[in-house]
């Protein structure tokens, strides 16, 4: 079994190749002065090969399109694609009349040209509903809680997110919640676990993707006042755009994978895709 690692998804592919001891390779690639892309994979190709390769964000998707379609041409029998990160996810619907369903669209166009696909901590599971080609979603929930194995209790930051927040506590063996939104009077509303006692506790907050960070900065202020010792953030997808570090100081630590590259990338996961996926590391 061979990985291939695309320009967008190549820390990744090497942890997967590293925790796993396959093949990896790393095809030739630049940029034209038109701005459109080129590669190459000199030696033949056998057997499966695991693409490793982001959708996101344009450029990447086209980008995947001519790797899968090179792969193949070189031989490979088999394409398992893993898309770390996939644009478009959160458009998961239309919500007002006329609008594009564009993660359907995306899931659509990426699948013809594998033979297998996976996602890591997609936004909504359903989309992959659209792949015409087995398609599965890994949420590496193992990998978090090895992370955080010396957190007193794991909180989602809404209810929407508990099952990662119940994922993760079940290897921890540590109890966990989601927040909620309580409101004081007309003026002030607080956010607060539904249920537990956060007093005197260590908590990790777990969500699949940080953007601007406000939600995380809200949640770690209001958890320190409801007597939280150390809270952490914990994401899947690190988008981390403007000054969302800034914004997250109150956090004791803010952590991502490798699905996007920042310096907050230090939750290793690839041992875990590589038992998921490929049955070894």
């Known amino acids: ?53 982001n959708a996101f964000p344009d450029g990447g998707i086209v980008e995947l399109l001519v790797l899968a379609d090179l792969i193949k041409s ?21 919500f007002t009349p006329g609008e594009a369903v564009s993660s359907g669209t995306i899931i659509r166009h990426i699948s013809r040209s594998v033979d297998a696909l996976a996602t890591i901590d997609i936004h909504s599971p359903s989309v992959l509903d659209n792949s015409d080609v087995p398609a599965q979603n890994i949420y590496p929930a193992k990998s978090f809680a ?14 929407g997110a508990k099952h990662r ?33 956060v007093s005197g506790m260590s908590v990790a ?20 006042s409801q007597g939280a010792t150390r809270v952490v ?7 981390f755009s403007g000054n969302a570090f800034d914004r997250m100081s109150t956090c004791d630590g803010v952590h991502s994978t490798r699905t996007l590259m920042s310096e907050a990338s230090s939750i290793p996961i690839g041992a875990e895709l590589s038992r998921r996926i490929l049955g070894s590391g």
């Open 1 to 53: 079994m061979t990985i291939v690692a695309g320009p967008r998804s190549r820390e990744l592919a090497a942890e997967m190749a590293e925790a796993s001891g396959q093949k990896l390779i790393v095809p030739e690639h630049k940029r034209f002065p038109d701005g459109e892309a080129y590669f190459r994979i000199p030696d033949d190709l056998e057997g499966e090969v695991v693409l490793v390769q």
């Open 74 to 94: 070189r031989g490979a029998e088999y394409v398992h694609l893993l898309v770390p990160y996939l644009g478009y996810a959160r458009q998961d619907k239309s």
């Open 146 to 159: 090895d992370f955080l194995n010396d957190m007193d209790v794991v909180l989602a930051p809404d209810e």
């Open 205 to 224: 907050i777990v969500d699949d993707i940080i953007s601007t960070g406000g939600t995380i900065a809200r949640a770690s202020e209001q958890l320190r």
């Open 165 to 197: 927040a119940e994922a993760v506590a079940e290897h921890l063996d540590k109890p966990w919640d989601h927040l909620v939104k309580v409101r004081l009077d007309d003026q002030h509303v607080v956010m607060e676990p539904k249920g537990l006692d």
């Open 233 to 239: 953030a914990v994401c899947t997808h690190g988008l």
